[in-house]
């Protein structure tokens, strides 16, 4: 009989291949010393879907608390980068702006890697703008890829300055590139997708455009409206729509709230539409009924993305998960800032806290962040 | 037809269509090596038996979509890796040795499913291996990823 003490380092190293989840990979590593070394970074697949982490409100300090719905505890990560900035969530980064210098980043918030970007003063410049910096003027951000995989990747911005603008930037450009093309509303979401950007404006419009990667001279296909709605369900105050990948397709999610003006109250939540986009067609199809064993994640800067439910633990089917994202900037705010946050069962519309346990100061802004190995 | 002996000197006949989904036995075949009994000095009878039956199963598997019989191999499946984990590593380690890459996959995806969620504690003690980790090399494993680590939903359970 084989004992697993008998069991050599590299059918442990065949085994550990197996292991799909960050959670399960750390743990197998800790087990003794032949795992450990069994259990490269080489033998996880860097591919494989995780489940992304709440990260929780800002606190003026260096640290950054991360809330695992798997695990069902937060964690404290010391990230001195991210302190004072704000932060929109992009898969595993984050980019930030400091406000007052108008300094712009990616940060891996794991690896505390940062990617330094042309500033806010070089963005406004690209645009023949010389005011003085806006205060929060950004308004979404979305990448082409992962920066920790490729240094092939667009980093796409829609920005506020006195009306809406587009800008990129890829590695290796010293400047931001503006788009010469108006888009009269400011980005809901934005999502790339097959070689495109999507871009969603609160008003229901679905642009799309491309923009090549780097060593290209002329990068940008002009914009091109994609979809019209014709209805009156867009007109709705309190709705916001999300564009998600799922299954090789394109999900486009409506959230509707209810919405009061008293402070206390803010956004609520009450129900969720997904529907099939045709990206070639540009049209919407029929109504999603179910997602099958998926879970959708929806919130702060879109931050979109699904999961295969029966990979991981304490992650429900047929859920669409979704943050406080009504107000990015929720510095006035900050009693209301991530009350509107929960898990929506698409199948009867019932609504569920996702961390009982957790007092809503610490949960002011949540994001989605996207884990990754380090090792 | 094939024969193969395990190390606990038992003989085996297996079709030939079968053992050859083993890359080692298809190579001594080719090779003109397999006349009489192949011998498996690594295997033991109960072990060499658990391959047979998946190789028997698995014989016609390129067809297995055209007939349908796909969700019948897939609870064939199911239940072949339902056994303990001695019994599975030894079927890992036949595998490997014979250089089936489907079983060993399929046992490797098994032992990777049974650790998911489970805590360290729990593992060491399922598995009977002993912690020769020093505190601190434990430590900086969990420092790569500290969310990643416990927490009251793991599951302690030893089975």
Not at chain 1, 128 to 146: D, H, Y
Not at chain 2, 4 to 25: G, P
Not at chain 2, 53 to 60: P, R, T
Request: hydrophobic residues 40%; negative net charge.
């Amino acid at each position: 009989m084989a004992d697993c003490a008998e069991l050599p380092d590299d059918l442990i190293a065949h085994i550990a291949n197996h292991v799909k989840v960050i959670e399960d990979f750390i743990a197998f590593r800790a087990v003794c010393t032949s795992w450990q070394i069994a259990a490269t970074k080489d033998n996880f697949d860097v591919f494989s879907t995780q489940v992304p982490l709440l990260m929780l409100g800002a606190k003026d300090d260096d640290f950054q608390e991360f809330y695992s719905l798997s695990k069902k505890k937060v964690s404290h990560i010391f990230l001195p980068e991210a302190r004072g900035r704000e932060c929109f969530p992009l898969g595993e980064w984050l980019f930030t702006m400091e406000d007052n210098t108008g300094e712009l980043n990616l940060l891996h918030p794991f690896s505390r890697t940062q990617i330094q970007l042309p500033s806010l003063e070089d963005l406004m410049a690209s645009k023949g703008l010389r005011e003085k910096l806006f205060l929060s003027c950004v308004e979404k951000v979305a990448l082409s890829a992962n920066p920790s995989i490729t240094s092939d990747y667009v980093l796409m911005i829609n920005y506020h300055a006195g009306s809406n603008h587009l800008a990129f930037w890829r590695p290796r450009d010293l400047h931001w590139t503006y788009i010469n093309k108006e888009i009269p509303d400011a980005a809901m979401s934005i999502n790339y997708y097959k070689g495109h950007f999507y871009y969603v404006t609160c008003e229901g419009e679905l642009w799309s455009f491309e923009v090549a990667g780097p060593n290209t001279p002329k990068p940008i296909v002009e914009p091109g409206l994609l979809y019209w709605p014709e209805d009156g369900i867009f007109g709705h105050c309190s709705v916001q729509f999300y564009i998600v990948e799922l299954s090789d397709a394109l999900l486009f999610v409506m959230r509707y709230a209810n919405y009061t003006d008293d402070p206390e109250a803010g956004h609520k939540t009450f129900k969720f539409k997904v529907l099939e986009l045709d990206v070639i067609k540009g049209e919407l199809k029929e109504e999603v009924k179910t997602l099958g064993d998926s879970a959708i994640f929806v919130g702060l800067n879109s931050g979109a993305c699904s999961v295969d439910s029966s990979k991981f633990t304490g992650i429900k089917p047929n859920h669409i998960y979704f943050t406080d994202d009504w107000f990015q900037k929720l510095y006035f705010m900050e009693d209301v800032g991530g009350k509107d946050t929960g898990v929506y069962n698409l199948e009867n519309g019932k609504i569920e806290s996702i961390y009982p346990e957790l007092s809503l100061s610490r949960i002011y802004q949540p994001t989605w962040v996207m884990p990754s190995l380090i090792m | 037809m094939v024969k193969l002996k395990s190390n606990d000197d038992k003989e085996f006949e297996v079709e030939e269509a079968a053992v050859i989904q083993s890359e080692m036995i298809k190579n001594m075949i080719e090779d003109g090596c397999a006349t009489s009994v192949i011998p498996l000095p690594n295997i033991d009878s109960k072990t060499l038996i658990k391959v047979i039956e998946y190789l028997n199963k698995h014989i016609n598997m390129g067809k297995a979509a055209e007939t349908g019989e796909e969700d019948d191999l897939k609870e064939f499946d199911e239940q072949f890796v339902n056994m303990g984990w001695e019994e599975l590593f030894d079927v890992i380690m036949a595998a490997n040795y014979l250089n089936i890459h489907e079983l060993m996959e399929l046992c490797c995806q098994s032992a990777a499913d049974r650790l998911k969620n489970k805590s360290v504690r729990a593992v060491r003690e399922m598995l009977k291996i002993t912690n020769d980790l020093t505190e601190e090399e434990e430590q900086e494993i969990i420092n790569d990823a500290p969310w990643a680590f416990e927490g009251p939903e793991i599951d302690d359970t030893v089975n």
